[in-house]
């Protein structure tokens, strides 16, 4: 593979990555949000490959696969059946974020403004050793900020399981870029980690439609003290 | 071959298989065996105590001990002194405990927690002055402190202010640890080393500033150990709480090492100061001295009442460390060293009747269960020994000849009075005040303990838990007699601590004062026409007695003896009810301090329904609150709870919310770095 193709594909797929990123902020269907979420777990998988393609170090490129087969395949089915669950019960109204505590607008201005900081911060650590990877590096911030952001504006649970996955892709994404991959050991544990996180919540998700009959946070308001 | 490193390995030793037998034993067996181990405690670090007052000197490094500081240990006179006394005084209350814990079962200071951490409290108070570095002296420090919260709680069952005194003890002291910690760190970092030796070598070197700040913070916390006012606020609640043996130990060993701490750094490490700061150190002991005696005067609760008994005599120490500096400021070491000889000396006197006090009085609460003196009375036949010990150690507390502690005020009161050879217009005003604080203190201690003794004992009993009371149990009394024994010696025989007393006072490069010598019959000072001899003045009195009880019944007319009633003015018998409570003794006094006490009072008055001039009920309510606690502690506590109940508007409750604070925070320290570059 050529240093231009390499540059151009990875290039793609954080510009994929990134822009799946700004799709969840835009997007209120639920089910097209955890569309969107797949993609990017696609995106993710194919910066991990590439890397690995690049430095010949298959053991990346069968994390990147591992990673791909987790946050493309098995965390959207999980998400997926939860929503169907949710349909099921509640009809057209679980489905949608309907009344997001940022709207829309404001929220893909905050998303500008978020990116715009993460290449802010991440401009000393490209320059200690511009290649083509690190230059790409504030992108993994970026979506970490996104995924936190989505987390503190989105009320459904399930947007709420989304945002807290976004953070996690962006923190992988940002190990993948800056340091050309973490070994396979602590991967594999952060990856069973996300996975049994999006158990439990999918569990707390089934439990809060059952005793609110919604599945919008900020009804457990009362449980405080 | 020096005996120290041997003792204190076995006084650890012990410490851990009191512990391990603490947390492991039965019911029936585990306080006798915690109580003679905890006692091999006490003997084996008193051993190594004493054999450092004896001129020998131990130091040691071991650095895995302790995770990167490694820890540091030395030995020298002035903490042998203090081993000397914690080990003494831990014999003898581990005995006393055996009797007092017996028979509670598991539950009380019988239980599993409360003996587990005894041995470690009373080994963390022997190992605090071995100390040699910084963060070994606080890791010690604090081990002391947690040591000692859990003893001060096990009946927090039966009373809820025992909650309460453990909320403000565990406030207070772990204030007094940031305090120290925030200056030794400080004193650490400017001297170029933590080691006790870098900090000596380092500290010449600091600006004046520097070192007055490290001494403010350090002191600030020591006082608050020793109980000084205004610091003292923990003091009159924790120790009436806790149980007998534990105020004993708290009171005659622990704050003790406030004043250890003191010495060690503001003599020792910092090698003295400006005038200033014992000035400041001789105020403070001044307001503890009279405040403390005061308040115990007016209180009526029997363990409340030596409490505050501890904070007048840690003022007098006080009083004493601080002329020490001041003179050794202006240069008159031979003086200095008298003085802090005298401190040093009350500080083991006043162990000795204070562990002695709280022993009995500990021992009357167990077997009345009361403190109350308004309630209590009629002790002295139906418990002759407790009596007898509690009138002991109180002759110590009032500095009375032949009591103890007449020999070491007697002491600072020479050093005092012939300060005043030092010049300065300071020294001269501050000198004569001092001495007349201390003669009022010592007078308004005396007022203090013929109430306590008076109303206490030989009273008539005005409770019916008061007059069934029974003697304490034999191993309660075997301590107490250890205690009474060498509260005896050091009346009567003070000189045999001449020579350690003089080695402690050369560990802080003062000379020898030579206070005590002349083979332990006399107190004969080196450079000043002075001289005791606690013998003779022992001898004089008995003879004395003797005389004033013996000839009239040689030469007086004898009489025939008519048993008759007592004249009651035909109001009927007297009931205990007439007799004169601590309260009501302790009235003139409160009216002549009025201003300085400032009582409530609360009379509340119910007419009848009908008239307003019948009445038919009148409430009559009497206190005497802590005023410094009142003007002081309540404002900060106040703020305190209105900053809390601002602060819980910010827990809204929303998920969403407390997310935002951390989105928030993460941006504002992202924008922060991304400007900052």
């Known amino acids: 593979m050529s240093a231009g193709l390499y540059t151009e594909l990875l290039d793609l797929a954080c510009g994929t990555f990134l822009l799946t990123a700004v799709l969840v902020l835009w997007l209120r269907e639920l089910a097209a949000i955890v569309r969107v979420f797949a993609l990017q777990g696609v995106a993710l998988a194919a910066i991990a490959v590439l890397l690995g393609a690049h430095e010949q170090r298959w053991d990346l490129a069968g994390v990147g696969l591992g990673v791909g087969v987790l946050r493309a395949g098995v965390l959207p089915y999980l998400m997926r059946r939860a929503l169907a669950g949710a349909a099921a019960d509640r009809g057209s109204e679980e489905v949608r974020e309907t009344q997001p505590l940022v709207n829309v607008a404001a929220s893909l201005l905050t998303a500008a403004l978020l990116t715009l900081l993460a290449y802010a911060v991440a401009r000393p650590l490209t320059q200690l050793n511009p290649t083509p990877a690190t230059r790409a590096l504030p992108v993994g911030l970026a979506v970490v900020l996104i995924g936190f952001f989505v987390l503190v504006t989105r009320r459904r649970a399930l947007a709420q399981v989304v945002g807290f996955l976004l953070l996690d892709n962006g923190i992988t994404a940002t190990a993948f870029l800056a340091t050309s991959g973490v070994p396979l050991i602590v991967e594999l544990g952060v990856s069973f980690d996300v996975l049994l996180a999006v158990l439990v919540l999918q569990i707390l998700t089934t439990r809060m439609r059952e005793a609110f009959g919604t599945t919008d946070i900020d009804d457990l308001r009362e449980l405080h003290d | 071959m020096s005996v120290i490193p041997a003792a204190l390995a076995s006084a650890t030793g012990l410490g851990g298989v009191g512990a391990l037998a603490?947390?492991?034993?039965?019911?029936?067996?585990?306080?006798?065996?915690?109580?003679?181990?905890?006692?091999?405690?006490?003997?084996?670090?008193?051993?190594?105590?004493?054999?450092?007052?004896?001129?020998?000197?131990?130091?040691?490094?071991?650095?895995?001990?302790?995770?990167?500081?490694?820890?540091?240990?030395?030995?020298?006179?002035?903490?042998?002194?203090?081993?000397?006394?914690?080990?003494?005084?831990?014999?003898?209350?581990?005995?006393?405990?055996?009797?007092?814990?017996?028979?509670?079962?598991?539950?009380?200071?019988?239980?599993?927690?409360?003996?587990?951490?005894?041995?470690?409290?009373?080994?963390?108070?022997?190992?605090?002055?071995?100390?040699?570095?910084?963060?070994?002296?606080?890791?010690?420090w604090e081990l002391m402190a947690l040591g000692s919260l859990p003893l001060v709680l096990p009946e927090h069952r039966e009373r809820s202010a025992v909650r309460q005194a453990g909320v403000w003890y565990a406030v207070m002291t772990h204030l007094g640890l940031m305090l120290l910690l925030a200056g030794f760190a400080l004193f650490a970092a400017r001297a170029g080393g933590e080691t006790f030796t870098a900090l000596r070598t380092g500290a010449p070197g600091m600006s004046p500033t520097l070192r007055a700040v490290v001494f403010v913070l350090v002191a600030s916390a020591f006082l608050s150990k020793a109980g000084a006012v205004p610091l003292h606020a923990w003091l009159p609640r924790a120790y009436p709480e806790a149980p007998g043996p534990v105020s004993a130990l708290m009171s005659a060993t622990m704050v003790n090492l406030g004043i250890y701490g003191l010495v060690r750094t503001g003599l020792d490490l910092l090698d003295g100061g400006p005038a200033w700061w014992w000035l400041g150190l001789l105020a403070v002991g001044g307001c503890s001295a009279v405040y403390g005696v005061l308040q115990a005067a007016m209180a009526s609760d029997l363990k409340r009442l030596v409490a505050y008994s501890s904070s007048e005599n840690m003022g007098l120490v006080l009083i004493g460390v601080g002329a020490s500096g001041l003179f050794a400021s202006h240069g008159d070491r031979p003086l200095a060293a008298l003085a802090l000889a005298a401190a040093l000396l009350h500080v083991v006197n006043h162990a000795a009747f204070k562990a002695l006090l709280f022993c009995a009085a500990?021992?009357?609460?167990?077997?009345?269960?009361?403190?109350?003196?308004?309630?209590?009375?009629?002790?002295?036949?139906?418990?002759?020994?407790?009596?007898?010990?509690?009138?002991?150690?109180?002759?110590?507390?009032?500095?009375?000849?032949?009591?103890?502690?007449?020999?070491?005020?007697?002491?600072l009161l020479q050093s005092l009075i012939h300060g005043l050879a030092v010049h300065g217009i300071a020294v001269a005003v501050v000198l004569p005040l001092s001495v007349a604080l201390i003669a009022l203190s010592a007078g308004i201690a005396a007022a203090v303990f013929v109430k306590a003794l008076g109303v206490g004992f030989f009273a008539r009993p005005r409770d019916a838990r008061a007059a069934s009371a029974r003697e304490a149990p034999a191993p309660m009394l075997a301590g107490m007699a250890l205690l009474a024994a060498g509260l005896m010696a050091l009346a009567v025989v003070p000189g045999l601590l001449g020579g350690g007393l003089d080695r402690a006072v050369g560990a802080v490069g003062l000379p020898g004062s030579g206070a005590l010598t002349g083979g332990g019959l006399k107190v004969r000072l080196a450079d000043i026409s002075a001289q005791l001899s606690p013998l003779w003045v022992v001898a004089a009195l008995t003879v004395a007695i003797l005389l004033a009880v013996a000839l009239p019944r040689l030469y007086g007319r004898r009489r025939r003896r008519v048993n008759a009633r007592l004249w009651d003015c035909g109001g009927g018998a007297p009931t205990p009810r007439m007799a004169y409570t601590a309260t009501s003794f302790a009235e003139p006094l409160q009216r002549v301090f009025d201003d300085v006490l400032a009582p409530e009072q609360d009379v509340d008055v119910t007419p009848v329904r009908e008239s307003a001039y019948l009445v038919e009920r009148v409430r009559f309510q009497h206190r005497v609150p802590d005023r410094i606690e009142h003007r002081l502690y309540e404002p900060v506590l106040r703020g305190l709870a209105r900053a809390g109940r601002a602060a819980r508007r910010l827990a809204g409750g929303s998920v969403h919310l407390y997310l935002g604070y951390g989105f928030a925070g993460l941006v504002v320290l992202l924008s922060a770095l991304a400007v900052g570059w």
């Open chain 2, 362 to 411: 500990g021992s009357v609460q167990r077997s009345t269960g009361l403190r109350d003196l308004d309630r209590l009375g009629g002790l002295r036949s139906r418990m002759p020994l407790t009596a007898a010990f509690f009138a002991l150690a109180a002759l110590g507390a009032v500095a009375l000849p032949p009591g103890n502690g007449f020999i070491s005020e007697w002491l």
């Open chain 2, 22 to 140: 603490g947390i492991g034993l039965p019911d029936r067996l585990r306080v006798p065996a915690v109580g003679v181990v905890t006692a091999g405690v006490g003997v084996t670090g008193g051993a190594a105590g004493v054999a450092a007052l004896g001129g020998s000197r131990w130091a040691a490094d071991y650095a895995g001990l302790v995770p990167l500081a490694g820890a540091h240990l030395a030995v020298d006179a002035l903490a042998g002194l203090f081993m000397a006394v914690a080990g003494a005084v831990v014999t003898a209350v581990a005995v006393y405990g055996i009797g007092y814990a017996a028979g509670l079962g598991g539950h009380g200071l019988g239980s599993r927690t409360a003996q587990a951490v005894l041995p470690l409290f009373a080994l963390s108070l022997l190992l605090v002055p071995v100390a040699a570095s910084v963060s070994t002296f606080l890791l010690l």
